[in-house]
């Protein structure tokens, strides 16, 4: 087996419905979906059942309503060589996982890939900033350069780093960037990555006036992340120099929603980086890495 995708889910039959499409269009075919089903009801025994036909399709339920623990729980079972985790609500393209295999092929499995999102209708993405060009990554780019949903790596090396830190991401006291924290871990390993512009995945976009909470939630993931994996002082003031421009450029323009939105990131970013748990970690990860 080739690939392993990873898929939690909670409640979402028709992203995964969308989702497993894509997969039909797909043009290579060697691979496996562990769907992680933390609904509780039997929502997804139909899509289980038709796409199992076409694909090796593992069920997990899981009463742990935690997407990155669901990503863990659903890693143990695979047996691809390679290793993804697409979000329930993303489209691949159907050359996809074909590019990824190339890529794959060419370095002799080694390392990590990337690429590029559009939305539902093709176009470029409109959430954050991103690489403009196929590049590899360091750790500084990692921030610009990675998603998690357009992410593949060796299983090997996932297993060899632990997983992704449960303690990230949705349903988490720090709300966001299990990628990066992923990516970075792999970087200390040895492990090297590359963004492919070419590679796509497509995804709803998030609304750039995403509610406060949202954005100081998504905040505290960065801000910990940073701290946790040593971020270099360069790469701790630019996260954070961005949305305090952010937020006083559109008081000057008397946009009171993206000043709220830019103002609630900052005050996530800096309440994850000085943070008890993010301090703790941070004195038990060597920081020979640091870049």
């Known amino acids: 087996m080739r690939f392993s995708l990873v898929v939690p889910t909670l409640n979402r039959q028709v992203e995964v ?90 370095t002799d499995d080694q390392g990590f890939i990337t690429g590029a999102v559009l939305n539902l209708d093709g176009a470029p993405t409109a959430m954050g900033r991103w690489l403009k060009q196929s590049q590899p990554l360091d750790r500084h780019s990692i921030w610009t350069g990675l998603i998690e949903f357009n992410f593949f790596m060796p299983r090997d090396l996932f297993e060899q780093v632990g997983g992704f830190d449960e303690n990230l991401g949705p349903c988490t006291p720090f709300g966001s960037c299990e990628g990066p924290d992923l990516a970075l871990r792999l970087m200390s390993a040895g492990a090297h990555g590359y963004h492919d512009r070419s590679l796509l995945v497509r995804h709803m976009d998030k609304s750039a006036t995403i509610n406060g909470a949202r954005a100081y939630d998504y905040g505290t993931g960065m801000g910990y992340v940073l701290r946790k994996n040593h971020a270099s002082m360069r790469t701790v003031l630019t996260f954070f120099i961005r949305p305090l421009g952010g937020t006083f450029l559109n008081l000057l323009r008397r946009k009171s929603d993206q000043a709220t939105y830019f103002f609630r990131t900052l005050q996530g970013r800096l309440a994850g980086y000085f943070s008890t748990e993010a301090r703790r970690i941070a004195r038990h990860t060597p920081r020979e890495n640091i870049s």
């Open 17 to 106: 419905e969308a989702f497993m499409q894509g997969l039909d269009r797909q043009t290579f075919r060697d691979f496996e979906v562990i769907l992680v089903d933390q609904s509780g009801t039997d929502l997804f025994d139909d899509i289980v059942a038709r796409y199992g036909r076409k694909w090796p399709v593992k069920h997990i339920r899981s009463d742990v309503r935690k997407p990155r623990h669901a990503c863990n729980l659903g890693a143990r079972e695979a047996v691809g060589k390679l290793i993804a985790f697409p979000d329930d609500d993303c489209i691949y393209e159907p050359d996809t996982l074909e590019r990824v295999d190339a890529y794959f092929q060419k």
